[in-house]
């Protein structure tokens, strides 16, 4: 078939990339020069797995890069949207990216089209979309409006995107509804699967993506649902793990407890600093507005949303109660992404959080194995935050070392090594990377969420060496100020 992915961001290109590799042939579009010409020269302008060698095997060849939209929707017979949908102030989804797309298709509409919204978009869009089409001149017996949301994650997005638990196809008409199944056959009939050069995926043994077909507002409405359900299992943990800590449980083994119920299951109950990312917290407030505005009160997206919130808030005073005062502290930190396998740091709390202690007055070294470019950009070149080659050079001589993202990496880190970098042997960790008893062992103080502190035998030695730092740095304060 042939496939205008309009949008080249996280999920335009490995959509497009994606289609491409199912055997279509797919435009890129995008009105961002600097990507475009990236993607042209052979770039990855994202850090996805897969992604590189799907951009590798059909550049120039199934898969093309443009800026022009007309021409992309005179080429194409499906024409994906797959462009921002950002919070505005009010919590609203901002759908000014996708009207404006809307009417550069309407103009070039020649020939009988389906237009499909990959962006995440609140309920009525769909029709919205149709609106804005008629309005600018597209016959109206020339298309057709879609809804196909797309629930990969990134970090995993390309695996996702052709091993989908599920493709949803919101779709008001027979006639859209089947273009879309054909878009997407290779994945429902299992032949991909059999192609000797397939990405590898999450499954052994045949298996065929199931296919859901709904009307287009049930398709809007099951991203915004499945996206809210998911955060709200995320802030659930956490509350639990706060209860953990007041009454001295374990959360690991609580959610162990909970997660094993089949009606439950352990996925997304992992606590930590809290949810992020470019979807949840904008998608949950868009829901919270159309549930609002259409007159329905839901009262656990606020409840989800605050305990997200508090969560960060638990972490800096988790650091202070490690470090007694914050003020001149050196801050060793492992992750800047909002979660591992990305570069992302849109909503990331590791960001969050570094600038609360930027606040406190602490100087921050951190790494990340992919987001460090991304985040010299997010905090700019004055700013107390310096950027190490490697986690072993942003601990030495630090104060106390923060996990904020949970790559892999920094589980595999040597505890011992650890330890003779610090300043002091203090790790706070954020995403309960580390057990406790290692921790113990290596001799380190170790906070996480929802667990017991491990605080060794030398605690008495560490806190008064800390009363004694901070009075030194409060001296000096009072010296420049004088
Ligand atoms: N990132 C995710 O994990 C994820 C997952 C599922 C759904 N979504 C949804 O998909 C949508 C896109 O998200 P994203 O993370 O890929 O965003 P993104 O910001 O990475 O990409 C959006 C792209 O659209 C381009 N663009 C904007 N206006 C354009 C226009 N008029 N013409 C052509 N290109 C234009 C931008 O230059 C950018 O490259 C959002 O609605 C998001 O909620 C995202």
Known sequence: MRIAVVGSGYVGLVAGACFAELGHDVLLVDNDEHKLAALKLGECPIHEKFLPELLERHRGKRLDFTGDLADAVRHSQLIFI???????????????????????IAGAIDDYKVVVEKSTVPVY???????????????????????????????????????????????????????????????????????????????????????????????????????????????????????????????????????????????????????????????????????????????????????????RNRFIRKVRKALWTLKGKKLAVLGLAFKNGTDDLRESPAVGIIKSLLKEGCAITAYDPAAMGRAAEEFGPNSAVRFAHGPYEALQGADACLVLT???????????????????????????????AAMEEAGLHYYSIGRPDVVGAHSATVTSALKEAASKNEAISRNEAA
Request: charged share 25%; aromatic share 8%; proline share 6%.
């Open 82 to 104: 797959a462009v921002g949908t950002p919070p505005k102030d009010d919590g609203d989804a901002d759908l000014s990216y996708v009207e404006s797309v809307a009417q550069g």
């Open 125 to 311: 869009t769909n029709s919205w979309v149709r609106k804005i089409m008629l309005l600018n001149g597209a016959p109206a017996e020339l298309f057709d409006v879609a809804s196909n949301p797309e629930f990969l994650r990134e970090g995993t997005a390309v695996a996702d995107f052709l091993y989908p638990d599920r493709i949803v196809v919101g779709a008001d008409t027979d006639r859209c509804a089947q273009l879309l199944a054909q878009a997407y056959g290779p994945l429902t009939d299992g032949s991909y699967y059999k192609n000797p050069d397939a990405i590898p995926g999450p499954v052994t043994g045949p298996f065929q993506a199931h296919l859901i077909r709904t009307s287009a507002k049930s398709a809007e409405l099951i991203k915004h649902a499945s996206n809210a359900f998911l955060a709200m299992k995320i802030s659930f943990i956490n509350a639990v793990a706060s209860v953990c800590e007041a009454v001295g449980a374990d959360v690991e083994q609580v959610r162990e407890g909970i997660g094993t119920d089949s009606r439950i299951g352990r996925r997304f109950l992992s606590p930590g600093v809290g949810y992020g990312g470019s979807c949840f917290p904008k998608d949950l407030l868009a829901f919270r507005s159309v549930a609002r505005e259409n007159g329905c009160h839901f009262g656990l997206l606020d409840e989800t949303a605050r305990v997200n919130e508090e969560q």
């Open 406 to 436: 949970e790559w892999e990496d920094f589980a595999a880190l040597d505890l011992a090594r650890i330890k003779q970098l610090l300043r002091y042997p203090i790790v706070v960790d954020g995403r309960n990377l580390f057990k406790p």
